[in-house]
């Protein structure tokens, strides 16, 4: 059987590393008050070369800054340095700078900044505490703290991703050894888009035959994970309930569930449209007759001796959306399989992938072509070798949705 690993390291997600705030941007610096005249602040400007803008306090509270170029700018204008020099700086200073208190968040802070506009990037802003002054914080600096914000906050993203990742491999891996111990000639392929999919296996073992089922759910990544697991779940209620013996019967079950754990049920009201399509199989071992149900997802039969490969069509209503109606009913088909025969059903990545040199999708004559071309390798083989077919023919374009692949061999 071909799958892919499905183990993982035991790990939990990082504690959440500590919000920055203004106080943490905050620069002493100089600052001058009402009384400091602009000849004094021209000679101060003088000593401080490194320094871009220049607060002015009163009573220790911000009621001003001076920005460095603008100053000396006006300053040298003619005439100016005489009519100015012994007037109060307030003169050139920016009387609405920025000011922030020290608890302000980096987001709260961001936001402000640019409210403020270009003058507080350019100039910096003010940080208070209760009022008083504390320093002053840059435009850089602040720049350079949301770009960490956001890295170590898609660090812990991925983190979390990647262990959710385990807890949906952990949750497949029951029925990957449930598959390998009963079927001996199977092909089981797995492959998210991303870390997480919304593509979904189930198989279970029984006295009297064995269960199948492939799923794809509403989108992929994690959106698409969340789903797997709310279908997951109605699945295996359903089965515990009804048995596998009614691949049909347990789409509907499986279908009204979702809509009421999604609040589907009333279509008008519904805030999401979410669902899947799926693949139902119910394998009667004494009988040798498969059970079939299919939404949307339809099943490949190849026959020894069959010149092709004949599609068992599905329905084509999806499970759980809110247009798929609370009666709805799908068809169970069944046929008996002779020794040697090989059933396959995947999701919709496969076949829709585009590629080739015209850039258009695989396609189920391709999938044909392939199970064809390979019918007499072992299943675990054919899987492999179906995969690379694909995978040449998908070339330099990007992978569009999760894929999975369940195939078998009677024996």
């Known amino acids: 059987m071909s799958t892919e690993a499905l183990a993982a390291p035991p790990w939990r997600p990082e504690v959440r590393f500590s919000q920055p705030v203004a106080a943490d941007l905050a620069q002493a610096c100089v600052a001058v008050s009402p ?25 220790g509270r911000p009621i001003g800054l001076i920005n460095r170029t603008l100053f000396l700018s006006q300053i040298s204008k003619p005439f100016y340095k005489e009519l100015f020099e012994k007037k109060s700086c307030i003169a050139f200073m920016d009387k609405a700078p920025l000011i922030v208190e020290a608890a302000t968040t980096i987001e709260q ?11 507080a990037l350019a100039d910096g802003f003010l940080v208070v ?24 906050r898609n660090r812990q993203l991925m ?26 000639d199977a092909s089981l392929i797995w492959e998210p888009r991303d870390t997480v999919g919304g593509d979904f296996y189930h198989f279970v073992d029984y006295p009297g035959g064995w269960f199948a089922a492939v799923a794809d759910c509403t989108g992929h990544g994690v959106p698409g994970a969340f789903l797997t697991l709310i279908a997951y779940s109605a699945l295996s209620q359903a089965l515990d309930k009804h048995g596998p013996q009614d691949p049909a019967h347990l789409m ?13 049920a009333d279509a008008a009201n519904a805030a999401s449209n979410d669902g899947l399509d799926a693949a139902f199989l119910w394998y009667d071992a004494a009988a040798g007759r498969v059970s079939y149900a299919g939404a949307r997802t339809p099943l490949l039969l190849l026959e020894p001796g069959q010149a092709g490969v004949e599609i068992v069509d599905a329905d084509r209503v999806g499970l759980g959306y809110t247009d798929t109606p609370d009666d709805a009913r799908w068809t169970c088909k069944q046929f008996e399989l002779r020794p040697g025969s090989i059933l396959m059903a995947c999701t919709d990545g ?15 004559r391709r999938l044909r072509d392939a199970l064809l071309k390979h019918r007499e390798l072992p299943m675990a083989q054919l899987g492999e070798a179906l995969m690379r077919e694909f995978a040449a023919y998908q070339g330099e374009q990007r992978r569009r949705d999760d894929l999975t692949l369940f195939g078998l061999r009677l024996n």
């Open 159 to 184: 983190q979390s991703i990647e262990y959710a990742s385990v807890i949906q491999r952990s949750m497949l891996s029951v029925s990957a050894a449930a598959l390998g111990r009963r079927l001996s």
């Open 35 to 59: 009384e400091h005249t602009n000849a004094q602040v021209y000679e101060l400007l003088g000593r401080h070369r490194d320094l871009g803008s220049l607060p002015v306090l009163e009573d």
């Open 252 to 264: 509907g079950e499986v279908s009204r569930s979702i809509k009421a754990a999604l609040g589907q």
């Open 129 to 152: 505490e209760q009022g008083q002054f504390k320093g002053i914080g840059y435009g850089l600096e602040l720049m350079r703290v949301i770009a960490e914000v956001q890295a170590e």
């Open 109 to 119: 802070l961001a936001l402000l900044t640019v409210e403020s506009g270009e003058k």
């Open 350 to 364: 496969l076949i829709d992938q585009i590629g080739g040199a015209r850039s258009i999708a695989f396609g189920k």
